[in-house]
């Protein structure tokens, strides 16, 4: 029953971290847009990751606009405790719990708007786990990148994919944080909320590690910096661990891993665009499209 109960928890999480990089990507394109030419064609990891999981509903999501993406008091969670990260590794002075809460009432605000039940206990229980994570979070950075210097948060990516056949597209992608190191290198990092941690099969997860590989990648490209000089981190933030809160590890780019992943991203483009969408059914169990008119 508790293996039951900590699949479904991180189930949870993944739809949370999802959701939350849908919605912050789009809003962030969209102001770019507002800057740029407006017939750049794009894929993200995210986008590749659903279409991964199942090309039928990545077509109802991205090609037909269905609506699949709701928020919940994870998705609020995930957005307050980003920010309140977001603010604190530039300037240890500020008070990051503050910032979660004052983001996360806002998140809450709006879930109330869209008549979504609330569930005030895990409210006030997540309020707490939050507190902890917002006191560690810059010692844990600090000790892992001794004497880091903050290169950015938020640094958006979208540069043309030219490695493989893209049908004129882009990667876009907003990297949650890059820390510069007195050894010259940068430390591309993704912040991942999370339950209790992730088990070895998920640290290991090649399509879940492929994120920072192009990420990695395209920073390389836009700045001309040497890939060599460019390492990559998942940074778990746990609500429910006992222990060990914030868990940073490092993800490897060796040359198979990023031309594996170039492929993909070429085969998930080239069936995209022949509208080819495949139902994939062992992703039914949990999409919101299952034994619905959209997907029968």
């Known amino acids: ?11 949870q999480e993944v739809q949370v971290q999802n959701k939350k ?16 030419s407006r017939e750049v064609k794009r894929i993200s990891y995210s986008e590749l990751k659903n279409w991964v999981e199942c ?23 995930g957005t307050a405790i980003h920010e309140a990260c977001e603010n ?9 719990y503050q910032v979660f809460l004052k983001s996360f009432n806002t998140e809450l605000d709006i879930l109330e708007k869209e008549e979504h039940n609330t569930n005030q206990v895990l409210v006030e ?18 000790e892992y ?5 903050v290169f950015s948060t938020e640094e958006m990516l979208l540069e043309p994919i030219q490695e493989i056949n893209s049908n004129g597209r882009s990667f876009k992608g907003f990297i949650d944080l890059i820390l510069k190191t007195p050894d010259g290198k940068y430390h591309i990092i993704d912040w991942k909320t999370c339950s209790w941690g992730w088990d070895s099969r998920k640290k290991s997860d090649k399509i879940l590690g492929y994120q920072l590989i192009y ?8 700045y001309g910096i040497n890939p060599s000089k460019i390492e990559t981190y998942f940074a778990l933030l746990k609500r429910t661990a ?3 809160n914030i868990e940073i590890f490092r993800i490897t780019s060796a040359k198979r891993k990023v031309e594996n992943s170039l492929k993909l991203l070429e085969n998930a483009v080239i069936n995209i665009d022949r509208g080819i969408a495949i139902k994939n059914r062992l992703s039914c169990k949990y999409c919101k499209f299952h034994n619905t008119e959209k997907c029968t």
């Open 21 to 36: 990089n849908h919605n912050h990507l789009q809003e962030k394109i969209s102001e770019a847009e507002s800057q740029s």
């Open 125 to 142: 229980q997540m309020k707490k786990q939050a507190k902890i994570l917002c006191d560690k979070v810059f010692a844990k950075i600090e």
């Open 242 to 244: 006992k222990k060990e």
């Open 215 to 222: 990420y990695k990648n395209y920073f390389s490209k836009k």
């Open 145 to 149: 990148f001794p004497n880091f210097e």
């Open 55 to 77: 090309p039928h509903r990545h077509k109802l999501i991205y090609i037909d606009k269905e609506q699949y993406f709701s928020g919940n008091e994870y998705t609020a969670f």
């Open 1 to 11: 029953m508790k293996k039951s109960q900590n699949l479904k928890l991180e189930k």
């Open 88 to 96: 604190k590794i530039p300037d240890q002075t500020i008070d990051a």
